[in-house]
């Protein structure tokens, strides 16, 4: 098809419109539950008290507030793309933030000193009980008067536009890394998918297995694993040869293809995950994916990622057949003798060149035959 052709079929698929509205009116619809800014996601920003200040210092000055970007559901209710701070930041200063879930007795949110504003540092909104420190009415009008475009993707637009939105207006943003974004877009396309994503990251003997820091953690690395293990343990060799020059992008996209799937085999994926890690729980624990010194007889060094894509994709692969435990065990500590192993792990080598050869290797190597 033709460029053009292209262009104008893409933008007949996407159905848009926007408004200037006060922050007033934003309320109300929260206040309505006409807008949903997904809470869940509140743990994948890292906005500080500090940027919380700053942004309402920012409204108070006048300075201009940049678009918040939502979708249009069947029902009409708008859902949060891109803005989910500058809205919760809002909503949880003037006292109104997930307010069914919080307890009376909790304090107002006070602001700290900014650059322009010094004399903001201990300011609330509303305090009855503490009226010198609160914002005046002149005050909290400004606030409620000030405009914020907001660019609305209508439900007649492509089902697929939501979630590229939030994926390109967020890559590299707020979020940290790339799977607290695609945790967020698995919130938005399947819940149940995401839930069993977290249930197994929670899954104590996982978690013995990997063995990673708290920062990594942190950036949700755990989740990533579960990711790279559903979507590859069974994959076919031929697909595994496709996987294109970044192994990001391909997660990314594997993954909304598999929360779109209307037969996903939920138990297969749970079974296969936690039997692989049931084993290496019980034979190997946290030196699962660390590096054997045959030398020392021992494991050494922290986590390796290329240990995982053979030892636990291999395992998952046949863990309906696998050899006999302590033989496991074994084949575990010769990966780190195989030429194979060995030339495509090493320094330099890419995730998207290796895995066609490591996961092959893991297949063989954990075979019953």
Not at 28 to 48: C, T
Not at 265 to 282: P, Q, R, S, V, W
Request: glycine share 6%; net charge negative.
């Amino acid at each position: 098809m033709p460029l053009q052709e292209e262009i104008d079929k893409t933008r007949q698929e996407i159905r848009t419109d926007d408004y200037s509205m006060s922050i007033g009116e934003l309320i109300s619809l929260y206040q309505s539950n006409e807008i949903d800014i997904h809470p869940e996601f509140q743990r994948f920003f890292r906005w500080s008290e500090h940027q919380k200040s700053t942004f309402i210092e920012s409204i108070l000055l006048g300075i201009p507030i940049p678009p918040i970007f939502v979708s249009q559901r069947d029902d009409g209710i708008w859902d949060v793309v891109d803005g989910l701070q500058r809205l919760s930041t809002i909503y949880e200063f003037i006292g109104i933030l997930g307010k069914e879930e919080q307890e009376e007795s909790q304090n107002p949110v006070t602001l700290q000193e900014t650059t322009y504003l010094p004399s903001l540092k201990g300011k609330k909104w509303d305090d009855p009980n503490d009226p010198d420190n609160s914002l005046t009415q002149a005050q909290r009008l400004l606030i409620k008067r000030a405009k914020i475009i907001v660019n609305i993707v209508k439900k007649e637009s492509d089902a697929m536009i939501k979630y590229e939105l939030f994926q390109r207006l967020n890559t590299g943003g707020s979020i940290a890394t790339p799977q607290e974004v695609r945790n967020c877009i698995l919130l938005m396309l399947n819940n149940r998918l995401y839930d069993l994503m977290r249930s197994l990251a929670d899954y104590e003997k996982f978690k013995n297995c990997i063995a990673l820091s708290d920062r990594l953690y942190e950036e949700q690395y755990d989740m990533e694993l579960v990711l790279r293990f559903i979507l590859l343990f069974d994959k076919t060799e031929a697909d595994i040869s496709k996987l294109g020059d970044d192994v990001s992008v391909f997660l990314t996209e594997e993954m909304r293809k598999m929360a779109l799937e209307q037969e996903l085999d939920y138990g297969h994926i749970e079974t296969a995950f936690k039997k692989t890690f049931d084993i290496l729980n019980e034979i190997t624990g946290d030196d699962s994916f660390r590096r054997y010194k045959p030398e020392q007889n021992r494991f050494l060094g922290g986590f390796l990622l290329s240990a995982f894509e053979v030892v636990a994709l291999g395992i998952g692969y046949n863990y309906e057949n696998l050899p006999p435990v302590e033989q496991i065990c074994e084949n575990i500590k010769g990966i780190w003798s195989d030429q194979i192993y060995r030339k495509w792990s090493g320094a330099g080598v890419n995730a998207a060149r290796r895995l066609p050869y490591l996961i092959p290797l893991g297949r063989r190597i954990f075979s019953p035959v």
